[in-house]
């Protein structure tokens, strides 16, 4: 049977494709995504902090705070090499070519399918608010990958290709996940907490942010309170 993880990861991925379908069809291109932008880097910090890094704690065996610190400037410096952000149709001339963009965008995919299975793993109910938060935020991630392989002149027969392969890396970083050895878990949690953060108050939260506008502001909010809200529902 496919572990429950696999299948979570999964939706993720679809709502990554989701995502990157929408500026395919020129209708959709020029929807404003700043809410959405601003709701995930809600529910990514929230996740981060009240979700993720308390499991971390509690079973990684010796510091949580270098890996979450590694984890940080990791994404810093994967997301300055590449020059990749969450953006729109209209904006974004900061970025490279669209494969460099795409291995930036593929590797960020495997780190969400390992927080996934490795969040899973720890408490399943963990696994799934994580999923959530990467399928929230995949959205506009997955919008901001069409908009980058169309810049760099890709048809749309291998942008459809490259969407969905970097979407679906977020199986493979499940997958990967689960040969991992236990006792290394805490440190992983924390490590794709550091990530979590980075992306939701360094990416997604200055790119809502464009305009003033306070319902992006109460997107935010909203975002971060959803989480503990899922949790009380959950009942963990
Ligand atoms: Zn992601």
Redesign the pocket.
């Known amino acids: 049977m496919v572990p429950t993880y696999i299948l979570y990861a999964f939706i993720a991925s679809i709502a990554s494709v989701i995502g990157g379908l929408l500026p395919i069809y020129s209708r959709l291109k020029h929807i404003r995504t700043n809410y959405l932008v601003g709701f995930a880097a809600g529910v990514l910090i929230s996740t981060a902090v009240f979700e993720m890094l308390p499991q971390a704690l509690m079973v990684s065996s010796i510091d949580i705070v270098n890996p979450l610190a590694l984890g940080f400037f990791s994404l810093y410096l994967l997301e300055k090499s590449v020059m990749i952000h969450a953006c729109k149709e209209t904006e974004c001339d900061v970025h490279t070519s669209g494969w460099v963009g795409m291995i930036g965008l593929g590797l ?2 495997v780190l ?1 399918g390992i927080a996934i299975a490795v969040g899973y793993i720890t408490e399943p109910a963990l696994g799934l608010i994580i999923a959530f938060a ?1 399928a929230v ?2 959205l506009p ?1 997955g919008f901001s990958t069409t908009v980058i392989l169309k810049r760099s002149e890709f048809n749309r027969k291998s942008t459809l290709i490259m969407l969905f392969v970097t979407s679906f890396l977020t199986v493979a970083g499940a997958l990967i996940a689960g040969l991992f050895p236990q006792e290394y878990f805490g440190d992983i949690l924390a490590f794709t907490t550091g990530t979590f953060i980075y992306i939701g108050a360094s990416d997604l939260l200055p790119h809502a942010h464009e305009r003033v506008d306070w319902l992006v502001v109460v997107s935010v909010i909203l975002g971060a309170a959803i989480v503990p809200f899922i949790e009380a529902v959950l009942g963990i």
């Open positions: 960020e995919s969400d990467v935020h995949e991630v």
